[in-house]
């Protein structure tokens, strides 16, 4: 079945740093999905990706999907300690079900 | 907007009981809802799909006849873990996909912490 991977499993930044995690599907995927989870907290909806090649920005954090959309890539530029979480990536192909990636721990030493 | 609520929030019960979580979709209709359950520091796992009036589809390894799913309504699906074991205990998610909206798109709920004593 389709799986979906996520490097790196831990990411320890000092505040102001940039941070990069990255995901790869096993399969082509229709859409890739990103969500942030606070420590003790649910997933949050950051965005989608749906195009080939597509990037979208949402103030520090650039999403970014592969021109194959095997691959996608989040990065914060400038961390801040409000960024602490775990990101995890989400991907499908038609209508099943959200794969997750394993996520990406993020901390920001101040 | 898109709000998913869970009930309860924690629940703390015996060995060889039964518990029932509500998902519910505050402000938007669902007709497929997903049930998750994650261990500490791990992903979420995709347990089954809720689908509204129809059978739930669970994925392998997860025993239906232990997680009993009901999605009644539009707006609302239930979990029963019948006759839990302390291995059952885990953050049980679920989550919505509005009729009306993103392609694709799927709104969590809180969570439900449960531990099995």
């Known amino acids: 079945g389709q799986q979906v991977m996520q490097i790196p499993q831990y990411q320890h930044v000092q505040e102001g740093e940039d941070f990069t995690t990255y995901c790869n599907s096993s399969t082509t995927l229709s859409n890739i999905q990103w969500y942030k989870q606070r420590p003790g907290g649910h997933p949050v909806f950051l965005i989608q990706?749906?195009?080939?090649?597509e990037v979208k920005k949402q103030k520090r954090l650039t999403f970014q999907f592969g021109e194959a959309k095997k691959n996608s890539s989040l990065h914060i530029t400038a961390t801040q300690t409000t960024d602490v979480g775990t990101y995890f990536c989400a991907g499908n192909s038609g209508n099943t079900p959200l794969v997750f990636g394993k996520g990406t721990r993020l901390s920001v030493i101040a | 907007g898109a709000v998913v609520s869970q009930h309860p929030s924690w629940v703390i019960c015996k060995s060889g009981t039964s518990v029932k979580i509500e998902c519910r979709s505050l402000d938007f209709q669902a007709t497929t809802m997903f049930w998750y359950r994650q261990f500490p520091k791990q992903s979420l796992m995709l347990m089954a799909t809720?689908?509204?009036?129809?059978?739930?589809?669970?994925e392998q390894g997860v025993e239906k006849d232990k997680f009993l799913i009901n999605h009644a309504s539009l707006t609302l699906s239930t979990l029963t873990v019948t006759s839990a074991h302390p291995e059952d205990s885990s953050f049980y998610i679920c989550s919505a996909r509005p009729i009306a909206g993103g392609y694709n798109e799927q709104f969590f709920g809180p969570g439900t912490r449960l531990t099995v004593l």
């Open positions: 990706l749906v195009k080939s090649g």
């Open positions: 809720s689908n509204e009036g129809s059978k739930a589809t669970y």
